[in-house]
Every structure is written in structure tokens, then in C-alpha cells.
């Protein structure tokens, strides 16, 4: 996976950059929330993501859960796998609505 595929991912499910407060910015253009922001966003929704690095991996996993199960995914870097949740937490919610 890449940042590309998590920043795809989150737009798919219509975030928006409109406030973009909280946000960098990826070298084509799009802006993403940072770290910290997705922490807010998740907090908005009830839910508290823990983000840890796994040095037997060399990578970064993000974890949370919602009222049906946990959830995780494992990214290159923390902001990759903070970015990649939120799409799936976001997701998740669509689907659940």
C-alpha cells in the first residue's frame, strides 16, 4: 500500500479537505489529515485509535473498535496508517448508516 491508495481510500468515502485545519498536503495536490487529526475525527465518532509502531514488522499498525468488532491496519508509516483507518472507520460507517 502506499499513501496514494489510503488518500484514494479516504476520499472515496467523501471525506472532504474543505477545512483543511489539521492537513498536509501530498505531492500531487491532495491534503490529508494529520496524525493528530485523525485522532479528532475518531474521537467525534466515539472511537479511540491507538497508533504504535512494530519494529519486528518495520512498520506502523493503527487499531480500534467500534460496537461490532476491532479493527487494524498496517501501513510504511504512522501518518499512511492514520490515514488508511480513518478511510476504513469512515467507511464502516457508511456502511453501517
Same mark, same amino acid.
Given at each position: ?31 490529508? $489529515? ?6 479528532? &475525527?475518531?474521537? +467525534? @465518532?466515539?472511537?479511540? /485509535? !491507538?497508533?504504535? #509502531? ?15 468488532? $476491532? ?6 508509516? &504512522?501518518?499512511? +496508517? @492514520?490515514?488508511?483507518? /480513518? !478511510?476504513?472507520? #469512515? ?7
Amino acid at each position: 500500500m502506499g499513501l496514494e491508495f489510503a488518500l484514494d481510500e479516504l476520499y472515496a468515502t467523501g471525506w472532504s479537505d474543505l477545512d483543511s485545519s489539521g492537513c498536509s498536503h501530498h505531492s500531487d495536490g491532495r491534503a490529508f $489529515p494529520r496524525v493528530e487529526r485523525v485522532k479528532q &475525527e475518531f474521537a +467525534a @465518532a466515539g472511537l479511540d /485509535l !491507538a497508533l504504535e #509502531r512494530v519494529d519486528a514488522f518495520n512498520c506502523y499498525r493503527a487499531k480500534w473498535t467500534d460496537s461490532t468488532s $476491532p479493527h487494524a491496519v498496517v501501513s510504511h508509516s &504512522e501518518s499512511e +496508517a @492514520a490515514v488508511f483507518a /480513518l !478511510a476504513r472507520m #469512515r467507511r464502516s460507517q457508511l456502511v453501517n448508516a
